[in-house]
């Protein structure tokens, strides 16, 4: 008795800390490309593995061109709310039949056996024939026709640039099952979810086409490829031609098709293959061909800094609405100066990190992709600063202006939580501004929490433990801890959870038998702070109070300027005093944070002697 009861402990203690188990699909996609009417017929197969310790009665399948349909969802959230997005706004409402997209299943079979399929507007729901328990397989067999819809968001045909087809959210996916259960969100326009697999998508077109795609290229010889310099040419023969791709361990596939590509291809310094497909115009011929020198360089300070990348190429191909991002690929509108292509691109490549191979669930977690991506982007542009590739000073802070941009955006009354799912935001605006800029200023403040050293740590462990395995945001910041010996939920219960701000201020200097006592305030969101404390002799002293939530603090950061531990500042305490050994007429400046890493909604109170702000003159 002792001995099963000490298995059923075992048992239980191991699915307790088993929540990062994951479900695998594995595709094989036939599709026949019909280009005079925009239509595709696909033949499908899923292999699903349960990895979960559940057993499954019902599955969901996402439909995503079923969104490009008058009075979808999506369609009437466009037209509803507050501030619609422009590529969006009613052009779904006023597509015609022959502009619409949808998917029809003919067929969908589990293991051989027929399903009755459910479809109500972008998701299809499935009771199964037969449960999927633990550790078991089932084999999905789809058979559907599809009408790529017009462009308008992300997917489609006919692009303002003039590119054919930007096939994204193409195909039936199958939907994520993870700790939290089913992911079957419908499509309204924002972020997504997916299950790793391998892909294998052959596609049938016209010949006249050129694609580029998820994965590696299978049947080159088929295709008559040949390397003229650093271009691919094909010699593409017959009506139609078959492309096929592979793509190991993805959570996504997509492509794109144009008679007028040109390909381009060139390794950087790491080996990884990289892509560049653009249609030639006045607009793009000068900047797409040197393009490669800066992602060969920006890869060199991504891979250090943020993770090695693991795949063997990654694709810049030019389609879509303005940049979106899949697995070892990225579409992008091209007729762009230098900078903002240089920008797009590596933006989208970085999300490879932080969707691609971390993945967290981004309708739930937005910030912990957009952000971080937004994180990632300026450090890497500011790289490029510091080696005068790009114009421009390279920043001390590279964030600083995300700041100024949340500090502003807070005091309008429009901010929501963090902690809101991406379709449920009241406005796009909200969105926007939480999930880009409050999600990158997120990452900017735990380094100033915690110091740069045990962040720069800290950011790469993150990477090499979770990626693949879905994180939330308790596994990012247990990492955090973990690595600085700091408890920082805190930070998580303010920053994501409220719209609380930070505004600390300095209340009043004065003399006091020789020495200066300085009153401290602070209104909503308690931080540790820097008081940096510069005398007539310009010799400066850091003086750090720490968070007392922290249960310690960061380490010495500045080693040429003094450095002072004073006691905790209680979150419950609204003042604080400090007290300083030096004479009140020796001080020449008392600041509060002035290396701008704290998103203080307040500046002109942070400084000693009080600055009055400029003021214009009236007109």
């Known amino acids: 008795m002792k001995y099963i009861l000490s298995i059923v402990f075992c048992l239980c203690l191991s699915s307790s800390f088993a929540q990062y188990w994951q479900q695998e699909a594995n595709y094989t996609i036939d599709v026949d490309f019909n280009v005079k009417k925009h239509q595709f017929d696909t033949k499908q197969v899923i292999e699903y593995t349960n990895n979960s310790p559940d057993t499954l009665k019902k599955a969901f399948f996402h439909l995503y061109y079923n969104a490009f349909q008058p009075n979808s969802m999506m369609d009437i959230r466009s037209r509803t709310i507050a501030d619609p997005d422009p590529r969006v706004a009613e052009r779904i ?32 729901e499935v009771d199964l ?26 997917t489609g045909r006919d692009n303002a640039e003039g590119i054919e087809y930007s096939m994204t959210q193409w195909y039936i996916k199958m939907c994520e099952y993870d700790y939290k259960g089913w992911s079957a969100n419908p499509y309204i326009g924002r972020e997504f979810h997916g299950i790793w697999g391998d892909f294998q998508v052959n596609i049938t077109i016209d010949s006249d086409y050129i694609i580029g795609a998820t994965g590696m290229l299978q049947n080159a010889s088929d295709l008559k490829m040949k390397k003229d310099g650093d271009e691919i040419k094909y010699k593409l023969k017959g009506r139609t031609t078959t492309w096929e791709f592979f793509a190991e361990n993805v959570i996504d596939f997509a492509w794109a098709a144009d008679e007028d590509y040109i390909h381009i291809q060139r390794k950087n310094d790491a080996g990884t293959i990289l892509n560049y497909y653009y249609q030639p115009s006045e607009k793009t011929v000068e900047n797409w061909p040197k393009l490669h020198e800066y992602m060969n360089e920006s890869s060199k300070f991504m891979f250090d800094r943020y993770g090695y990348y693991p795949y063997p190429q990654y694709t810049f191909i030019q389609g879509g609405d303005g940049g979106m991002e899949y697995p070892m690929i990225t579409l992008i509108t091209g007729e762009r100066t230098m900078e903002s292509l240089i920008g797009v691109s590596i933006h989208e490549w970085m999300h490879s990190w932080y969707q691609m191979m971390l993945a967290t669930n981004e309708a739930l977690y937005p910030w912990m992709d957009e952000g971080f991506t937004s994180f990632g982007t300026a450090e890497t542009m500011n790289h490029l600063r510091a080696i005068s590739l790009l114009p421009g000073e390279a920043q001390e802070n590279p964030i600083y202006n995300s700041m100024v941009r949340y500090a502003k955006f807070s005091q309008s009354g429009l901010e929501e939580p963090l902690s809101t799912h991406a379709d449920h935001y009241t406005t796009n605006t909200a969105y926007g501004v939480g999930s880009y800029v409050k999600g990158a200023v997120y990452l900017k403040q735990l380094e100033y929490i915690i110091g740069k050293e045990a962040f720069d740590i800290g950011l790469l462990r993150y990477f090499d433990e979770w990626k693949f395995k879905h994180p939330t945001a308790n596994d990012f910041m247990r990492v955090m801890e973990k690595v600085s010996n700091l408890e920082l939920d805190w930070y998580n219960e303010y920053w994501i959870n409220s719209t609380k701000t930070i505004d600390f201020a300095i209340d009043s200097v004065y003399a006091q038998k020789g020495k200066t006592k300085v009153l401290l305030s602070n209104s909503q969101m308690h931080m540790p702070i820097d008081v940096f404390v510069t005398d007539n002799q310009e010799n400066t002293t850091v003086y750090h109070i720490p968070n007392t939530l922290m249960r310690g603090e960061k380490p010495r950061e500045f080693e040429d300027l003094g450095f002072e531990v004073l006691s905790d500042w209680p979150w419950t305490h609204p003042q604080y005093e400090m007290e300083l050994g030096i004479p009140m007429e020796d001080i020449k400046e008392i600041y509060i944070d002035p290396t701008g890493r704290m998103a203080d909604i307040d500046l002109t109170n942070n400084v000693f002697p009080y600055i009055e702000p400029e003021l214009e003159e009236e007109k």
């Not at 449960?131 to 992300?154: D, T």
């Open 93 to 124: 409402h006023l597509l015609k039949e022959n502009e619409i997209g949808y998917h029809r299943i003919n067929s969908l079979t589990q293991d051989g056996a027929p399903l009755k399929v459910v479809v109500e507007n972008t998701i299809a």
């Open 129 to 154: 024939a037969k449960p999927i328990g633990p550790g078991e397989k089932a084999i999905f067999n789809l058979e559907y026709e599809s009408q790529v819809p017009l462009q308008i968001r992300r």
